[in-house]
């Protein structure tokens, strides 16, 4: 079989997708224990914020692996999802997915572009003034500035409760995605129903975690 | 029971197509789901009108011909049977019940509820078998033992009927779960573990060249099999995929 | 014209050996330039279709479904007979080869049914190495269970669908086949009729049953492994498909149709639910492992049955009779089909029935799980008397054995067969009879085979379960190869045959005419109608006991109905389209026929034997009589023009190995 064949391959494309969703759920992993650091204490987080934001290894070979991560996953989402509709040109007059599949499942695109919108909103947020901060107006570094800004950004009821919702939604697409891509990359067997349960409540646990932050910082100032 | 049906009717694979309604009385509950068809055909034939073409061979559960998605899912809303084996008892009088045909791009109609479902047959012309001529001197069968448990996952994954409610049902129409369950069944037993890697390969390549869908993991296939094959079997077809392309 | 079956000289363990040695063979090489059609991919049709390609002759094969694996194959369920002697309890090609001529009766050619019995461990061999997922022990070797009518345990399966997973096995060979080019497959194709050159089989007439074309095709030689005829019934275990078109239509080229009123009507089936009945199902053999037959030992307690004023668990012990363990003790439940089936026939005849319609026995269980579950209770150490706890314990192990049939009983009856009794009756299942053929498998159309059930074959007058798979796939994998090729051998500088031959434009003008006949007759009636008051006369009149006034009568009126059928019925849309109806039409047509000459042969044949039950030819205590002295001859029909002129060629079965005798199961 051609080399090229290969490449395309339905099987290899979806455990491309695992993969970069494993990838990203690491991340988050990360994401959600800094954030939380926010509660507990304001200057570990701003210390480690700082650690984050002027660490060359993050900064320079992290970062940019992590947006490759987040456009592949995205991008392939997209393809996957316009391929799998052209395998059905004629839909049928009646379909009860609900009989056999869950919502989060069926609607991983839906999940998906909420949290993309959201990606937007969290750049404009945090990401835009951050790159603007460091590298365009060149201001020098102030290791005691993350906890204000953070806490700035959820004064806002209508952002925070954007932010709730796209958590929300974070959740379904997890509680569908970190299993799938268990199975995607052919674990099936005691270990991965285990990992299953954990990716379970992973997918509650971290969005939670992720709404309580917000709404910590919204009604605590 | 009184019943209102709306079927898909289309003359040929050519021809749009669309749902017409049909009134029905008279249906005893004890009636299979393919009877009730039977009792509607009779009355078109009487009226002088087309009958439905169905698929239907063995009535049984076992030959994999029947097909039909009703109410919004293959093989209807029971569990664990095919659309012959589905009693009338499970609707209520008064029902409306839709009939299509399974619908995928690899599944073209033919006619009315008939699908060709030959894109199955020549994924198994890829590689569904294991090489071995008939000689009459192949080695005595008990010469390998095999381990109960793989025999067994052997058998469950051979249990598959080619009914394709997997790939009707998916909402991608990906045909996973039934060329995972052919890949396994030949995986699981030694005499299949020789030609495992191109048996892979080459099964997936021509499942692609079909134009099914790509698994997304819903696990809806699982569901709705009327033989209950696992979704574990789509997950080893994974793995011995993955073994295979990196062996090249 | 001399019936000679070819029956090799020798003894009869050497006949098979010494006919092998002896044959002409074609060298590969030649082998390319041949062509053989094959109709019919079931477990017979398969088998020959995969291993004639491996061998390198080019194949063509037909079936009306829309993919080989859907064959009614498919469908048998309990397992496949192989003198194998894995259990070490006696077994050996004599005594399969025994069982096999006893259990048919002594009807059947000794010499096919010894050939049979020496490839049959041949078969599993060949099946395990396709990668067949038959039954295991612990250990890792094949598992067996017993069959009715033998004492030992030689059926290899594979849970409740050996015939799938067999069928999947010679399926899978073609797939290999077909994907190197030497099988050329013809899904969804129908053929109407057998085309002859200068007296050799030369080819077919097929309908492509998407476009409706009638198409012509060239072979030096064409195989016909279609199945059997039992949809004649109408109401049967077969698949709604199931036809005998392709053996008919040989049949009337010239192929002489052999014993066609040996059936078989299975005992354990699902009994008929009303009139909107389709198809019968069978609930496989192996349940008489475990279960036990009966009905009330009184007439006033099977009335109240069913009335539904009592139910089956009301009755005590004593009040039940067990009536196949009370007249064969030997082989109790596990008497053969024939046996068994006449037994509750005449139980329900008697008025003991248990369902609705009075036509329908038990088959309990609540023995068996008890026992199991003493067994379980008693192997893991608990109380061996706690009702409850044995019933659940044993309930799981018959679940373990056979859930899929339990599972599909509760779907079709609405019935939990763990709690009550399943109720069973008798259906037709199974044709021992079909186109006569010799030792070569070929009919007497020179170049015509006939393999599997579409044969007479190796059953004689009753089939034992669990050889119907094991002699599709004997014929299939281990005899036509041999036999063709002896045939073929002259054939090899013939090149290509032309359908330009009138003889092909002739077949295919005749085909035309009758499918136009059809379209454009306007009657009144669909064709199921006539097939319903077909399978009627053919179950009231020639099914389990026939006598001669039901016979005369059935002759007439079958010949009636056809009349009616060709003036009245009415088959809609076009010759040009998918055309489910007029696919019937064309079936049914020959099943009037067929089911003529059934009638007339089960008249001539003054015995009773097997699954011929003559009610004028009985012992004293209701067994078949059977009379070896005028009967012990194949009954080959030749047609001539009409079922009722056709003659009797009588081929005379010499049994040099086995003696005579009544058969008995007490």
Sequence with gaps: ?221 | MKLTLKIWRQKNAQDKGGIVDYPIDGIEPDMSFLEMLDVLNEQLINKGEEPVAFDHDCREGICGMCSLFINGEAHGPDRGVTTCQLHMRMFKDGDTIFIEPFRAKAFPVIKDLVVDRSSFDRIQHAGGFISVNTSGNTIDANTIPVNKSDADKSFDAAACIGCGACVATCKNSSAMLFVGAKVSQYALLPQGKVEATERVLNMVHQMDLEGFGNCTNTGACEVECPKGISLENIARMNREYLSASLKG | MALDSKIPNGPIADKWTNYKDHINLVNPANKRNLDIIIVGTGLAGGSAAATLAELGYNVKAFCFQDSPRRAHSIAAQGGINAAKNYKGDGDSVYRLFYDTVKGGDYRAREANVHRLAEVSANIIDQCVAQGVPLAREYGGLLDNRSFGGTLVSRTFYAQGQTGQQLLLGAYSAMNRQIGRGKVKMYNRHEMLDLVIVDGKARGIIARNLITGEIERHSAHAVVVGSGGYGNVFFLSTNAMGSNATAAWKIHKKGAFFANPCYTQIHPTCIPVSGDHQSKLTLMSESLRNDGRIWVPAKLEDAQAIREGKKKATDLSEEERDYFLERRYPAFGNLVPRDVASRAAKERCDAGFGVNKTGEAVYLDFAAAIERYGKEAAYVKGLDANDKTLVTKLGTDIVKSKYGNLFQMYLKIVDENPYVTPMMIYPAVHYTMGGTWVDYNLMTTIPGCFSIGESNFSDHGANRLGASALMQGLADGYFVLPYTIGDYLAPDIKMGEISTDLPEFVEAEKAVKDQIDKFINNNGTHSVDYFHKKLGKIMWDKVGMARNEKGLNEAIVEIAALREEFYRDVKVPGSANEFNQELEKATRVADFLELGELFAKDALHRNESCGGHFREEYQTEEGEALRDDDNFAYVAAWEYKGKPSDAVLHKEPLNYENIKLVQRSYK
């Design chain 1, 1 to 221: 079989m051609a080399q090229s064949a290969l490449l395309n391959a339905s099987i290899l494309k979806k455990v491309a997708m695992a993969l970069s969703g494993i990838f990203l759920i690491t991340f988050l992993a990360l994401h959600v224990t800094l954030n939380f650091i926010s509660i507990i204490s304001e200057d570990v987080f701003n210390e480690a914020s700082h650690f984050m934001g002027y660490n060359p290894l993050i900064q320079f070979v992290m970062q940019p692996i992590l947006a490759i991560g987040v456009i592949f996953h995205f991008v392939m989402g997209f393809v996957l999802t316009l391929q799998n509709r052209a395998a059905r040109p004629i839909a049928y007059a009646n379909y009860n997915g609900a009989a056999n599949a869950s919502w989060s499942s069926r609607n991983m695109i839906i999940s998906g572009l909420v949290i993309l919108a959201f990606l937007g909103l969290h750049f404009y947020d945090f990401w835009f003034p951050e790159v603007t901060y460091k590298y365009i107006a060149g201001t020098a570094p102030d290791a005691t500035r993350y906890y204000g800004e953070l806490v700035h950004k959820f004064h806002d009821p209508i952002r925070t409760g954007l932010y709730c919702v796209s958590f929300i939604l974070l959740g379904f697409h997890l509680w569908h995605g970190f299993a799938s891509s268990l199975q995607s990359v052919g674990m099936h067997n005691k270990y991965s129903r285990f990992l299953a349960k954990v990716g379970y409540w992973f997918s509650v646990v971290v969005p939670a975690l992720f709404v309580i932050i917000a709404l910590f910082h919204h009604f605590n100032n």
